[in-house]
C-alpha cells in the first residue's frame, strides 16, 4: 500500500483533534494509504516536541516553510490561526502538497479565491475542516433529503451558542484566545461559530441567495496577551441573521459567546413539507424525524439514536446501540478525504465549496454594517 507521509502544522486544540484522526483511522477503516505521521510543525519548539512524543510523529518542525522542498511529506494539514491559513496553503499547494485546512477558509472571500486558484491550478486533493458534516446523525439528516422525504423544504434554522467570553478579565490574543482578535481571527462567532452552520445548511439546502444582519460586540476593549496593552475589541460577539435560500426557504442563524449555560450548543431544524429534522450538538448521536405520512393517530417526533450498523460511518466502530463523539467527525471527515485523494472524486467541502460559506460571511459582516439586505456572491 502507498506511504502517506503527514505533517500537521500546528498544535492546538485543532492540531490534537486532527492527530488523533490520523491515529485512530487505521484502526477502524480500511484506507488506501498507509498513513505515516512524519512531522508535527509548531513555531513553539517545546510545545511540538511534547506533542510529537504524545501524538507518535517522527520528527519536528518550527516552521511551515521547511515543507515545501521536503519530499517525503505527501499531504499537510493546517491547523493554524486563520491569518496564516492563505500564505501557508497557496504555498504548499504550488510544492504539489495534498492539503486539509481548518475552518474557516480564510480570513474574507477574495483571500479564499486565491486559495481556491492555488490548489486547483496546482490539481491538489483540498478540504477544509467543518467537521460536522461527519457527525453521523447530520450525515443521516444529509441522506434523508436526498432521498425527498422531507418535500419541498419552507425553513432552515440553526444556532451556535456559548458563554466563555463573558468575563471582561479574559483577554485577546495568544494561544486559542486569537479567537477574540480581530486581526488573527478576521471575524468572531460569525467565521469561527456560524461558519460551521453556513456550511451544513449549503450543504443540506442548497444556496444561499441574500441575508439580513444584525452584531454587536458587548465588550468593547479587552487587554491584549501578546501586547500587555488594553486595545480595542473589533469581533463580533454575537451575531443574527436572516437568510433566504435559492430554493425559497426561509431561514435564522443565531450564534453569541454569551448564552449563559450554553457550551457548544449547536442546534438545527428543518421543516419540510412532508416532514421536519432536528439536531442538537450537545445530544449528537440523536436525529429527531418528524413524518406526517405516517398514520395520524402514531404521527409524532421520533428520536433516532443513530448508532446501528446501517447508520452512516457506525459499521466502522463498536456494536449497535454504542454511542460515538465529537472526535470521531474528524475520523470520518479523514476517511472521506483519503477516498476521495486514492479515488480522484473528492470529497466536500473542497476549498471551492468553502468559498461559499466564505461569500456568506462576508455578506453577514457587510449586511450587519450597512443595516441592509445584502446579496451573497456567487462561487464561478
Ligand atoms: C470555539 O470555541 C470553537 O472551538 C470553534 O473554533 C470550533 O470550530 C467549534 O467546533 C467549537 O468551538
Known amino acids: 500500500m502507498k506511504k502517506l507521509n503527514v505533517a500537521i502544522v500546528g498544535c492546538g486544540f485543532m492540531g490534537r483533534t486532527h492527530s488523533n484522526a490520523y491515529c ?64 501557508a496553503a497557496i504555498a504548499l499547494a504550488k510544492a504539489g502538497k495534498m492539503i486539509i485546512c481548518e475552518k474557516p477558509l480564510a480570513m474574507n472571500g477574495p483571500e479564499g479565491l486565491k486559495m481556491v486558484k492555488a490548489v486547483e491550478k496546482a490539481g491538489v486533493p ?34 451556535f451558542l456559548q458563554d466563555w467570553t463573558i468575563s471582561r478579565d479574559l483577554p485577546q490574543g495568544g494561544d486559542a484566545l486569537w479567537r477574540l482578535d480581530v486581526k488573527v481571527a478576521g471575524s468572531g462567532v ?37 501586547t500587555g496593552k488594553v486595545e480595542k475589541v473589533g469581533i463580533d460577539d454575537a451575531c443574527a441573521f436572516l437568510a433566504r ?65 446501517d447508520h452512516p460511518y457506525m459499521k466502522n466502530w463498536w456494536v449497535p446501540g454504542l454511542t460515538i463523539g465529537y472526535e470521531h467527525s474528524f475520523v470520518h471527515q479523514l476517511y472521506d478525504f483519503l477516498q476521495g485523494a486514492a479515488s480522484g472524486k473528492p470529497t466536500g467541502p473542497t476549498f471551492r465549496d468553502a468559498l461559499e460559506t466564505q461569500y456568506v460571511c462576508d455578506a453577514v459582516l457587510k449586511s450587519a454594517r450597512t443595516s441592509r439586505w445584502e446579496k451573497v456572491a456567487k462561487v464561478r
Not at 139 to 158: M, N, P, W
Request: proline share 2%.
Open 24 to 87: 485512530k483511522i487505521g484502526n477502524f477503516f480500511d484506507v488506501p494509504y498507509e498513513i505515516v505521521r512524519k512531522t508535527i510543525c509548531d513555531f513553539n519548539e517545546e510545545k511540538a516536541r511534547a506533542h510529537a512524543a504524545r501524538w507518535g510523529f517522527e520528527s519536528v518542525e518550527t516552521d511551515w516553510r521547511r515543507l515545501l522542498d521536503r519530499e517525503d511529506i505527501d499531504i499537510v494539514d493546517i491547523c493554524l490561526p486563520n491569518n496564516m491559513h492563505a500564505e
Open 190 to 226: 460569525t467565521g469561527d461559530l456560524l461558519a460551521h452552520c453556513i456550511d451544513t445548511a449549503l450543504w443540506l439546502n442548497g444556496s444561499m441567495d441574500k441575508v439580513n444582519a444584525m452584531t454587536e460586540t458587548f465588550i468593547k476593549e479587552r487587554k491584549h496577551t501578546l
Open 245 to 309: 435560500f435559492s430554493n425559497g426557504s426561509l431561514a435564522t442563524f443565531e450564534s453569541t459567546r454569551y448564552a449563559r449555560g450554553h457550551k457548544a450548543l449547536y442546534t438545527f431544524e428543518i421543516n419540510g413539507e412532508h416532514a421536519s429534522i432536528a439536531w442538537d450538538l450537545h445530544d449528537s448521536h440523536r436525529l429527531q424525524y418528524f413524518e406526517h405520512r405516517d398514520p395520524g393517530a402514531l404521527r409524532g417526533w421520533r428520536s433516532i439514536h443513530v448508532t446501528d450498523g
Open 126 to 159: 483540498n478540504l477544509v475542516s467543518y467537521n460536522y458534516r461527519r457527525m453521523p446523525a447530520v450525515t443521516l439528516a444529509k441522506k434523508l433529503i436526498e432521498e425527498g422525504r422531507l418535500g419541498r423544504i419552507f425553513h432552515y434554522r440553526a444556532k
